[in-house]
Structure formats: structure tokens, C-alpha cells
């Protein structure tokens, strides 16, 4: 028999309030972010809030897109925007207030962080430090120098309330005129992942995270939305993925930022094999990934390839998400997945844990470091006399650029710096004197140029450069009188959306030669000397004028602190020790990979054709990187392909002798170690960056003539100081990427170290052998179908 309970008023009362107490509690009792299981977390997420979450709230400007209303109109209006909290941050995340989840902020970039410095009704400034570009930085070689950099902007993205900062970026400079080498490091794997790591370490020292970008094959600009990069697996996993590889498991960077691009078909950021596969699954990357703004086309597609985030966010991705898990299309456990991966993000920041922001960096030391950087990174291309500059040398400078210096590229990899130090004021700062009324002349000049220089026509777009100041005859015979020696700067600038040309761009245009042709032509009639300054975000050609000038310093875009930094290394107080990280071709279709750059549209001619390489892609194109694994110096020592200035040089006020190198063992075992003894054999003190190449047997595959395996620069020192250099070599040191067995594969027979002072300056040999083929762990994944 059944009894139904009866109570008695009091205990009815009594039950009342239980329940209506565990109502307030199961309130009370929400699982909170952090406090509770993520997992409970996200179970208690409403669905409209699981979507909202992965979907990013915009960009802070109407219309959402940079580079005009194309883009936000292709996918409808970007979801609100950032007004609030971090003006000029590139994107946040959405907060729910309930289940204690805040909104975090993105920034760019990689050459610093990127912010509106000053704020409507607020009488303060939010300046970030403008580091030198990331190109410059590989040429310092130098990893510990390079991860301080990134401590600096770790500590002002965290001071100015941001949790990521988007970068650094990490593409190859596979052709010269990509429009955004510059952002990148080098045309080898080895340097970009150990440089990346670097910044990755140094500024997640901080307690704020990075996006490694662009995840992958983002090496150019041209048709970037659309473009289909069609490359071998090989090619990927030895040149395009390595960087990446290394970084992603020497730094564990918290989250990577997936490409614009296809790759062998599918777009990146929809291609599991990608994410899911090579990131995750091969390479144990357990952070967040997101989109590159408006990246690809279908989010539903994105989320199930573990595209967690996609920013900016837009209203037709919310629609698609939304629609997609009511018709099945979406299973809500991919979501949950991508969910829980944003918030594991969330739970990391600075922002999450309630960090009281400054507002107030401490911009004075990180100019230091910036300035510090920069004069390291610089390379001194030619000395045939000129440096460093004699004390109180007076100095007529020549060509725009030296009035008005170029910190660093356009687009999103531009910084709201507080000031630039010009040359003049470098110079000056350093005892140089520089002939004022020369200056006066270019002053008067860049002004009424700059008065009617047309605007960008678009955010993030250059307005053309300004013409080359014609320096009239008596003029230069004036300042032949008055100077001691001559400086012309070259400049040049470029950023998103647009590749670099050919023509006026890496080839100097005439009035630029012209300009170093007449003054090297009356400074040498006079026993003076000239130097010219190369301020760059890109390989230049060299070969047609280098003869000119006595002295070249390639000083890349070295950041706020130019004029101190170029100064410093020109006088020698910090003598040259930068080396190329990408090689000077001599001209520009000796780089292997112009034979097929940028691609090819598919759906008949361009119409963006007639204005030059830009194209913000909304045609289908194709690239073939039928250059494979011949990037850069693998190419040009392979073939003996004469460059005008190879990998790895770069010039020094001392000389350098190397000496007994020495293996740990005359057989391969892993943690073999190769150490030598670098001197310095010359008069001034230097700093010698020590590269260890290694040629493989090459009987089974193809192989470069040599590989880079390694690399140490030396602390400066002082004549006849000397320091021995140690390598270890690793098992995948030796292999390359065997696509039959999908895995990495050391062949047997025997190797050579070669250790140099740049791919074609070897200085010192010794081999050793492999007894058998070793297979060094298979990898999961083909991406794409592949070539
Ligand atoms: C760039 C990214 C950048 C993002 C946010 C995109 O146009 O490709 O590198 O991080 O914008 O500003």
C-alpha cells in the first residue's frame, strides 16, 4: 500500500521555504568561471551564449573592416564594438556576467603593440614602444635580446589592460616583394621559430598571451582572402609549418591566429587537417585558435576544424552558428569543445584575475630596449672605408629618408609610438654634426610636399611616396666643401593588402640612383667618403649602385629609437654585429619563387590589375610554390646561384678567425655536440654570429646543399678575445620530410658540419656518420590533396 506523506502545517512551511531556498541557491550556485569545473561552466551556458562566445565583438570602427566596407559587407556587419575598455584594440571576446566570465581585449602586433594613444575627454596618452620590425630582429641572431623585446610588450599590453597581443608573425619571406616581410623574420625556419619563441616567452613572462600568425602559408598579400597556395607536403612541413612547429613547442604560445588563405584546396581556417591535425594532434598544442579578421567563409566549417574564435565576429556567423545547431549541421559538442577552449583562455589573462591596469608602462626603459635591439640587428653590408665615423665628423645628409625615417611598416603592424628620433637628432645626440643648411633645404622641401600629397585612399593603405628631392649641382659642391663625408638614406615602406612592385620599389628608382651617383661622384673627387643608409622593411637591390658608395648599413626599420640606434652603430659605440636572415639576391628573378609570384587569378583578368599588385580578394587565385624546399639561400647555395649579399653575412669593424671544431663523437647519437673556438683577430671589438650548416648524404631524397642547424653569437669581444661555441645536434637535425611514409626520415651515410660565418663563407668542416635510416615519429596528417 502506498502512503501518500502528509505533513503537518509547520512542516509544510518549513518545506516551502527549503524549497524556495534551494531556488536562491541554484542561483547562488551557478558555476562560476574558475571556481567550478569548466566543464559545468559551459554546461550551463545557454546555447545563444555558447555562440556568442565564440564569435568575437568587433573592431572598434563603423563598418568593422580594415581596408574599407568590402569585407564587413561580404559577411554582413561585425557584432558590436570596441568602444569601451581598450580604444584602437583590435577585438574582445564576449563577457557573461553570470557565470563570472569577462571579456577579454586583443591587440595587435608584432612590432609593438598597437592602440589609440589618446582617448576622447581624457587628457592622457597610451603610447606603445615602436620595437624595431620583427625582420630587423632576426638579423640580431641573438634570442635572449630578442625575448626582452617581447618582455617589453608583454608589460605594455598588460599595463594598458590587454590579454593578448597578436603576434608575432612568423610567414616566410618566400619572395622579396611580399608586402608584409617585414612583420616576418627570415627565409629560414630555424631563425623565425627560435626568434618567435623568443618574443613568445618574453612577453607570456608577462602573465599576458600571444597569436602566433598567420597559421599558414600566408606569404604574401596579393588576393590573400582567396588565394589558393598549393604546396607540396614536404615543402610545408620543412619550410612553411616548421617555424610554427618550433614555436609551438619551445614557447607554447597561448593561442595561434589560423591564415587568410587556402591551403591545397580547403581554406585554413576550415581544414581540420590543419588545426586539428598538424597543430594539435602532431604537435601537442592544447591553446586557443583563431581566425584572422573576417578569415575564410564558412563558420560553421571553422568551428568543426577547432577554429575556436572567430574574429572580428560578425552577424552572419551568429546566424550561421545559431541556424546550424538547430538543424544538426553543428554538433553542439563541437561547440562545447571550442567553448571550453575560449574560456581556458579567458581563465589565463590578466583580465580574468582582476589586474589592475597602470596605464602608465615604463615607456623610458623599454626605449632602451627598443633602441638597444635595433642598433644590434642592423647590418653593415659594405666598409671599404667611412666607418665608423671619425668624432666630430660633419656629415651633409642626403635623400628624403633622412629626414623623415621609417619606424616601422603600415597596417596592422604599425605602433602609435610617442615620438621617432630622427637621424639629425641621432646624429647630433651622438657628436656628429650634420650641415644645417642642407637640412633646411629638405625641410622646406618635404613640407610643401607633404601639404599636397594626396591621402591614403583607404585605412591601412600608403599614400604614394614622395618624389626624390632633385639636389641641385652647386648645392653638392657646396656641401663637398663644407662636410667631412656624405649619408644618403634610401627608404622604403609597404604593409597589408599590397605586395611590394618591382620597379621604384626593390629596384632604387633613378632619381634615387642618380642622387647616389652625384654625390659619391664629387665627395670622392673631393677624398671624402659616402655611406648610404638603407632604411628598409624589405630586400632592396644592391648590385646596380653598390659600387658608389664607400659604406652600407642596411638599418631594416629599426623602431621610435632610429636616429639614436643608427647613430650608435655608425660612430661604432655599438659596433655591427647584425647578419642577413634573408637573402640579397642580385637580381629578382634569381629567387626561385619569382617564376610563379604572386599566382594567378582564375576567373579571367584582374580588375585590380591597372592599380598595381593591390588586390583585397574577391577573385579565386591560385599560387603553385613550385619552388618547394629551394627557399632563399637552400636554393642559391644548391645551385650556385651568385647572390649579392648570402644568408647569414654581415660585416663587423674586427675579423673573426675560427678554429678547432670538434665533434663529441665520429657516429651520430642524439646531443651530438660541435664546438669551436671563435677569436678576434682585428683591431676593434665585435660580436660574430657562429652558424652551423649541416649536408646531409642526400641519397634518398633531394637535398639543399646545407641546411641551417644552428646558430650562437658570441658576447662582444675585445681584440684577441676569444669564446668557444658549442652545438648540439638532434635527431630531426638530420632528417628531412619523407611524404611516402608521411614521417620525418634521417637517411644513413655520412654528414658534414660546416660552420660559417654565412651560407657561403664556411670556415670550418667535420663529419660524422649514421649507421642506419632512423624514422623519427609519423605524422598524422596530409594537408589538402596535396601537389
Ligand atoms: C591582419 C592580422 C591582424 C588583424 C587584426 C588582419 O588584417 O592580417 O595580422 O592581427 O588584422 O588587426
Redesign the pocket.
Known amino acids: 500500500m502506498s502512503r501518500s506523506p502528509r505533513l503537518s502545517p509547520l512542516l509544510s512551511v518549513a518545506a516551502l521555504l527549503v524549497a524556495a531556498g534551494a531556488i536562491l541557491r541554484a542561483d547562488d550556485a551557478l558555476p562560476q568561471l574558475g571556481k567550478s569545473p569548466t566543464k559545468d561552466v559551459v554546461a550551463a551556458m545557454t546555447r545563444e551564449e555558447k555562440v556568442g562566445i565564440v564569435i568575437g565583438t568587433g ?1 572598434g570602427m563603423p563598418g568593422g573592416a ?2 574599407g566596407a568590402a569585407r564587413s559587407d561580404r559577411q554582413g556587419p561585425v557584432v558590436g564594438h570596441v568602444t569601451k575598455g581598450v580604444p584602437g584594440a ?2 574582445t571576446t564576449v563577457a557573461v556576467p553570470r557565470l563570472g566570465i569577462p571579456s577579454i581585449v586583443v591587440a ?2 608584432p612590432a609593438g603593440l ?1 592602440i589609440q594613444p589618446k582617448r576622447d575627454g581624457d587628457t592622457r596618452t597610451f603610447y606603445c614602444t615602436a620595437f624595431p620590425i620583427e625582420t630587423l630582429l632576426a638579423s640580431t641572431w641573438d634570442p635572449a635580446l630578442v625575448e626582452k623585446v617581447g618582455a617589453a610588450m608583454g608589460n605594455e599590453t598588460k599595463e594598458y589592460g590587454v590579454d593578448v597581443i ?2 608575432p ?1 612568423l610567414n616566410i619571406h618566400r619572395n622579396p616583394l611580399g608586402g608584409r616581410n617585414f ?1 616576418y623574420f627570415s627565409e629560414d625556419p630555424l631563425v623565425s621559430g627560435r626568434m618567435a619563441a623568443a618574443i613568445v616567452k618574453g612577453v607570456q613572462s608577462q602573465g599576458v598571451g600571444t ?1 602566433v ?2 597559421f599558414v602559408a600566408n606569404d604574401h598579400e596579393w588576393n590573400r582572402n582567396v588565394i589558393d597556395v598549393k604546396a607540396s607536403q614536404r615543402a610545408l612541413r620543412e619550410i612553411y609549418l616548421r617555424g610554427f612547429e618550433i614555436v609551438v613547442q619551445d614557447a607554447k604560445p597561448w593561442t595561434v ?1 589560423s591564415s ?1 588563405n587556402k591551403l591545397n584546396g580547403p581554406y585554413t581556417s576550415e581544414n581540420p587537417q590543419v588545426l586539428d591535425g598538424v597543430l594539435r594532434a602532431d604537435w601537442g598544442f592544447d591553446g586557443l585558435v583563431m581566425t ?2 573576417f578569415g575564410g567563409r564558412d563558420a560553421v566549417g571553422q568551428m568543426k576544424a577547432g577554429n575556436d574564435l572567430l ?2 565576429g560578425t552577424a552572419a556567423q551568429q546566424k550561421a552558428l545559431t541556424d546550424a545547431l538547430a538543424s544538426g549541421a553543428l554538433d553542439e559538442r563541437v561547440l562545447d569543445r571550442n567553448v571550453a577552449r575560449v574560456l581556458e583562455l579567458v581563465k589565463r589573462t590578466p583580465t580574468f584575475a582582476g589586474y589592475r591596469k597602470s596605464d602608465a608602462p615604463d615607456l623610458k626603459a623599454h626605449a632602451i630596449v627598443a633602441r638597444d635591439a635595433a642598433a644590434q640587428g642592423m647590418v653593415l653590408l659594405k666598409n671599404d672605408g667611412g666607418l665608423p665615423l671619425a668624432a666630430k665628423a660633419k656629415v651633409a645628409l642626403f635623400g628624403n629618408t633622412s629626414y623623415r625615417m621609417i619606424t616601422g611598416g603600415t ?3 604599425d605602433v602609435n609610438e610617442a615620438y621617432t628620433v630622427s637621424l639629425v637628432e641621432g646624429l647630433n645626440a651622438a657628436g656628429v654634426e650634420v650641415d644645417a643648411p642642407l637640412a633646411k633645404a629638405y625641410e622646406a622641401f618635404l613640407a610643401e610636399q607633404e601639404k599636397n600629397r594626396p591621402a591614403p585612399t583607404r585605412r591601412f593603405m600608403l599614400p604614394p611616396p614622395l618624389p626624390e628631392r632633385e639636389v641641385p649641382a652647386d648645392e653638392v659642391a657646396r656641401t663637398t666643401r663644407d662636410a667631412d663625408l656624405a649619408i644618403v638614406t634610401i627608404g622604403r615602406n609597404s604593409g ?1 593588402f599590397q605586395d611590394r612592385r618591382l620597379e621604384n620599389d626593390f629596384e632604387l628608382s633613378a632619381a634615387e640612383k642618380a642622387l647616389v651617383a652625384s654625390v659619391a661622384d664629387a665627395f670622392h673627387a673631393a677624398q671624402k667618403k659616402v655611406l648610404v643608409v638603407l632604411n628598409v622593411g624589405g630586400v632592396v637591390e644592391t648590385v646596380s649602385w653598390r659600387d658608389r658608395p664607400d659604406a652600407i648599413l642596411l638599418a631594416w626599420q629599426p623602431g621610435q629609437e632610429s636616429g639614436h640606434a643608427i647613430a650608435d652603430v655608425l660612430t661604432g659605440r655599438v659596433p655591427p654585429s647584425g647578419r642577413l636572415a634573408t637573402t640579397f639576391p642580385v637580381a629578382w628573378p634569381d629567387v626561385p619563387s619569382s617564376a610563379n609570384f604572386p599566382g594567378k587569378t582564375l576567373e579571367g583578368p584582374d580588375p585590380n590589375a591597372a592599380s598595381g599588385p593591390f588586390n583585397r580578394g574577391d577573385r579565386a587565385a591560385e599560387v603553385s610554390y613550385d619552388d618547394d624546399i629551394r627557399v632563399g639561400y637552400r636554393h642559391f647555395v644548391t645551385k650556385g646561384v651568385k647572390t649579392a649579399y648570402p644568408f647569414g653575412y654581415g660585416l663587423s669593424f674586427t675579423t673573426f678567425a675560427y678554429s678547432g671544431l670538434k665533434l663529441g663523437a665520429p657516429t651520430f647519437r642524439p646531443g651530438l655536440t660541435a664546438s669551436l673556438v671563435v677569436k678576434n683577430t682585428g683591431k676593434a671589438a665585435g660580436r660574430e654570429v657562429v652558424q652551423l650548416y649541416l649536408s646531409a648524404p642526400g641519397k634518398s631524397a633531394p637535398k639543399p646543399a646545407l641546411e641551417l642547424r644552428g646558430f650562437a653569437k658570441t658576447r662582444t669581444l675585445a681584440p684577441g678575445e676569444s669564446e668557444t661555441v658549442t652545438f648540439a645536434l638532434s635527431p630531426r637535425d638530420l632528417a628531412s620530410f619523407d611524404e611516402a611514409s608521411s614521417s620525418w626520415v634521417a637517411e644513413p651515410g655520412t654528414y658534414t658540419v660546416k660552420v660559417g660565418a654565412s651560407s657561403e663563407d664556411v670556415r670550418q668542416t667535420a663529419t660524422f656518420t649514421l649507421a642506419k635510416a632512423e624514422t623519427l615519429g609519423k605524422v598524422t596528417t596530409a594537408i589538402g590533396a596535396g601537389k
Open positions: 573592431m580594415p581596408g583590435a577585438g595587435d602586433g598597437r597578436l603576434g608573425a612583420e597569436s600568425k598567420h591566429m587568410y584572422d579578421w574574429m572580428p597596417g596592422s603592424g597589408e
